[in-house]
């Protein structure tokens, strides 16, 4: 099954925020070895020159190593991954407000919206 | 031609070419272009019908006399050279349609010395397609994908496919295009011409843009959607909006 991806953003940064996210949430656990650019570009239906250079931006960020010859491991830094995980999680805040505001909610309202939210999914939780 | 010119040509490189036709008055189908492709790279050559593409893939396969301009492969010009390096789909199928799949894949191995039976026996089985049948039997669709088995079962340099998903359905075309990336080599490159962008571009590193028989635009496709902020085939509707 082929990646979802969007039309109207570089490739290779989605494919990099995919990895991130694979990552964050432990399909890819810390010291593991992650699969080779080829099996992923198969399984993405992307271009490998893509996948590389979105293996090559988590190198630079230190979330993922190569061994030299080896193929690439997830980084044992699990501090590291946790920050990357916040600042996901900041950015996903960020662009919900952003989007919010657009609808003309105020920061309070948009609190009270999410306070309504969570206690709702609680209940349904509960009831389930 | 020593061998050290040769591996430090790029693989493909079109100086100045032009291809006039007398009998269309004087139309000149490919005008003034100029390329340099680098191995490595999966390249789609897009642009409206009647732009060119065809004549260029021609010119690079030897095909078609140059009006002026040249084409060089490996530093060489075309000939019996280049066709071993260059792996080529024709827009048009050329099969003997009286012989079966089997005949056909005996006769590319024995023609071309990097054709891989294996490969292709395996790409049939895939695509659900009997070796034994003889090829007039087969749909259109089908006889393309016999064709495209064949083309990419060489270890080329240069594959040139002239709109080779056209014919075939979606489901194949997925499993084409895998089989693209997964018998990518990093030293080979793939050029390829089409209309359904959408369907490839995720898979293309370059893309280039002709129109009225000349180069537009050679850029990557993340160049074109980081700067544009579109895809390449909804940048294309525009460039070309009639």
């Known amino acids: ?128 | 031609m020593n061998e050290q010119y040769t591996t430090a040509a790029p693989l493909l490189q079109i100086n100045d070419l032009c291809k006039r036709y007398p009998n269309m008055g004087n139309y000149m189908s490919v005008f003034h272009m100029n390329l340099t492709i680098p191995r490595g790279r999966i390249i789609g050559l897009l642009g409206p019908n009647g732009c060119g593409k065809t004549t260029l893939i021609k010119m690079i396969n030897g095909l078609l006399a140059p009006t002026s301009g040249a084409v060089y492969i490996n530093g060489m010009f075309p000939g019996a050279e280049s066709k071993r390096v260059i792996s080529y789909l024709p827009e048009r199928t050329y099969l003997e349609n009286g012989m079966k799949v089997r005949q056909m894949i005996d006769y590319f191995a024995d023609f071309y010395a990097d054709f891989s039976k294996e490969k292709a026996y395996s790409m049939l089985e895939s695509l659900g397609i009997s070796p034994e049948a003889r090829l007039k039997t087969l749909s259109k669709g089908t006889k393309e994908k016999v064709q495209l088995i064949l083309v990419m079962s060489r270890e080329a340099e240069l594959y040139i496919l002239d709109e080779p998903i056209a014919g075939v359905d979606p489901a194949a075309r997925d499993y084409i295009l895998r089989t693209i990336i997964t018998n990518y080599n990093p030293n080979s490159t793939i050029i390829l011409s089409t209309h359904l962008i959408s369907d490839i571009e995720n898979v293309l590193d370059d893309v280039i843009f002709m129109k009225n028989g000349s180069l537009m635009l050679y850029t990557s496709v993340d160049a074109i959607r980081s700067q544009q902020n579109k895809s390449v085939d909804a940048y294309f509707r525009e460039v070309y909006a009639c």
């Open chain 1, 1 to 128: 099954m082929a990646w979802e991806l969007n039309s109207d953003r570089p490739i290779y940064t989605q494919i990099l925020e995919k990895l991130q996210v694979r990552i964050v949430c432990g399909i890819y656990r810390p010291g593991e070895w992650l699969p080779s650019v080829r099996d992923l570009a198969a399984e993405a239906n992307v271009n490998p020159n893509t996948m590389q250079r979105a293996f090559t931006e988590l190198e630079r960020s230190g979330l993922v190593i190569t061994q030299r010859n080896m193929g690439r491991v997830v980084t044992q830094d699990t501090q590291m991954i946790e920050t990357v995980k916040h600042n996901m999680a900041v950015t996903q805040v960020d662009s919900f407000f952003v989007n919010m505001r657009q609808l003309g909610f105020s920061d309070s309202e948009i609190i009270s919206l999410i306070n309504n939210h969570t206690s709702q999914t609680d209940n349904t939780t509960v009831s389930n």
